[in-house]
């Protein structure tokens, strides 16, 4: 099989991408590949760069968000907005099936050819083990995205989507199960543990993988696996480097920002500023704040008429794809789900506190104290609405607890995405189906 790393040039960010037959839309050029450290190191910034925004789009599926009709760039999204999947507006965005697969081949690269370049280093570890978590967390994004959501009962036979992991244009791009995709995304976190040896990095530098990221990424994805003390390990893990919280009584600052105390990985902006100025609070996003004790409230939103515009996101100094309040959250949850209620109540007083007023905090603490499991859990998936609003979390959680019914209005029409809808999982981009006809 022809190598596509035998022809491309992969210095700094020499790799054009353009439209062909191929699912990666990738033209060769140039003749030589990387050689040096700095060289492999660019590479991997390039794919870091070139991270998509798609958990913005998420966002409009969610009950997070109505539409300002009389924004010039509504069309854009009207048809996510109203769950119109199977033949949308032709300027409809599409969700970034195809950008994620462009940053899983610069960590391909570096995976394959930086192992066999690079003479043995601390330095070489650390970037091909930052390469080994990019391309984890980039197809959790993906099966997440275009494949049911991960049941145990069902994963092996669900199909997922495409699995590369060579650099080689020859190959048949067919889906694999969940299941396959799963054990690839842990398979590849494993890889990254052995070789990651920072355990954070420093400000300006954190949208790269370290130690505490990766353990985040862990984390996630086994609460998605429903293994809740795997998730509940990794979230320790991460908590024992890094676990500072914004205190909103002392402070009113967006602890998403890439230099807050609670930053692990600033990476991605999940609310852009064009779907910012497109978009309201929804009126049940804004009813599940106290507006006059939960501290969030204020920061997050500003009063537009009888509406609300959401403060949070559409700048680059928010990037962020993990941060400590999700450890605090997922380690309370799991908690729960391993009936340890004592751990789980601890957990989440502890970040709450930082959350509402003192006054309020005291009445929290005797309600959560007093509250069994279901209840316990159904206040902590609370508080992961409340404070990851706009974040990009809220349409993973929805899929992965109760895929509730929401009912959207656009144009005077009401439309409804009803309980276990199909629709809570996204059909492949028409673009990507046409250039692949195996999806």
Known sequence: MKKISKYILLFVAAIAVTSC???LDITPVGRVIPETQEQ???VLTTGYSKYPEHKALTTLRTDELTMDEFNEDVNIYKDIFIWKDSNPDRITRDFQYQDLYNVIFYTNVVINEASKKLAASEEKNQLIGEAYALRAMAYFDLVNLFAKPYNAATAASDKGVPLVLEIDLEQVFVPQ?????????ITDTQEAEKLINLNSQPKGLNYRF???ALFSLESRVY???QQWQKSLDAANKALAINNNLVDLKAASVFATKYDSKESILALEDAYINRLKGASYASPELIAAYSRTTDLRFPLYFLASGSRFRIQKGGNDDQKCSFRTSELYLTKAETAAKLNNLGDAKTTLLSFIKNRYTAAAYAQLESDVNAMNEADLTNFILAERQREFAVEGQRWFDLRRTSQKQIVHKFGGEDYTLIQNDPRYTI??????RLNNPNL
């Open 177 to 185: 199960s969940v299941e396959v995709i799963y054990n690839q995304i």
């Open 223 to 225: 609460l998605h696996q």
């Open 40 to 42: 492999f190191r660019a």
């Open 210 to 212: 370290s130690k505490v």
């Open 427 to 432: 059909i492949y981009p028409a673009s990507a």
């Open 21 to 23: 037959d191929d699912y």
